[in-house]
């Protein structure tokens, strides 16, 4: 539906949803706030993945790794007429990178990144040579072949070069736990060990790779791999080396990229293509993201303020909430398969 040129319905379709039910809240908020229809559309495996219960369309998908996935995910934009295809999960990004014409195709917009862009992301060597190349400060790494342990300054920090959601890293604090974790951690990789604290900044970019804006946080608790507690704070030279990033990698939509400070001075350490699981706060100082992206897709003009102007000092502390569901509600939503 248009009105003046702007087109007034919207649907967004999330992949892998899981808990994320507080950013579906914020992009139901901005419906109503801009005046917009459309369906929340929300996929995972698990029929009891929280964010399905919030969603306007939920659908069980087969897993990432299945051929299936794709066309799954084509029916599921044919049939609902998604606008805008958002992942909320790493693995998911170089996957629906991969397939964006054939996604694209049905009339959605894939908001990820390039296909190379998503690969320096998701490798964690590739992360640390990508910021060693563009002049961002970046703790030292090493891949297991390139180590002697007994050379080694520890304490150092080890995870998997693939990893996600901070699952399987490791303080290492002496050469025989080294030992034990590089035959324990897949594929590993190696890092300086920095003791924080850690700031993860959200990066806005709109479809053309405009940074509209960078918001940053610091990260006081975490419960897995996504923060519980955390505030805002703002650091001018965090900002401009994650314009730097943004701007590298031709980035769109949104990003988050993580960094730990020493003696004051950022060493960024990662980059995740998506939006961050603590981008609620994000939204809540200033910057509204769903309200941008929903505004683009429909033709409308957004106000941007100038970079860094958002809340700083403003703290999240998060808790659990329940969805209740009987044996029918289950039933019904494991029904929604494609």
């Known amino acids: 539906m248009r009105d003046g040129g702007a087109v007034k319905t919207i649907h967004v379709l999330f992949t892998s949803v899981g808990r994320r039910v507080e950013l579906l809240r914020a992009f139901r908020r901005a419906y109503a706030d801009l005046g917009l229809s459309g369906n929340l559309i929300a996929v995972d495996v698990d029929p009891l993945a929280p964010a399905l219960q919030e969603a306007d369309r939920p659908y069980i998908v087969p897993p990432l790794s299945e051929p299936s996935y794709i066309p799954a995910l084509v029916e599921i934009c044919r049939r609902e007429r998604v606008h805008l295809i958002f992942p909320l999960i790493d693995p998911d990004i170089p996957v629906l990178a991969r397939h964006r014409r054939q996604l694209e195709a049905t009339g959605a917009r894939v908001v990820v990144v390039s296909e190379e862009a998503a690969a320096v992301a998701a490798d964690k060597w590739q992360t640390y040579q990508f910021f060693r190349r563009w002049n961002i400060p970046t703790p030292r790494c090493w891949l297991p072949e390139h180590i002697h342990p ?44 920095l003791p924080g604290p850690e700031i993860t900044s959200d990066v806005i970019c709109d479809f053309e790779g405009h940074v509209l804006a960078v918001v940053s946080r610091q990260r006081i608790e975490v419960r897995w791999g996504e923060v519980a507690k955390g505030k805002t704070v703002f650091d001018p030279e965090i900002l401009r080396h994650c314009v730097t990033v943004a701007k590298a990698l031709n980035a769109i939509g949104p990003i988050t990229v993580q960094c730990m400070l020493r003696d004051g001075r950022p060493c960024f350490t990662e980059i995740n293509a998506r939006f961050g699981g603590g981008v609620p706060l994000g939204i809540a100082a200033g910057v509204p993201a769903p309200h941008w992206f929903l505004s683009l897709a429909a033709g409308l003009p957004i106000e941007v303020p100038p970079l860094g102007a958002y809340r700083v000092g403003l703290y999240l502390t998060r808790f659990d909430d329940s969805f209740f569901l009987t044996e029918e509600d289950y039933a019904r939503v494991a029904s929604c398969r494609v």
């Open 150 to 193: 007994a050379d080694l300054e520890y304490p150092i920090f080890i995870k998997p070069r693939f990893g996600s959601a901070g699952r399987q890293a490791f303080k290492v604090r002496n050469r025989r736990e080294l030992e034990f974790f590089i035959d324990y951690v897949p594929e590993p990789i190696l890092q300086e060990y």
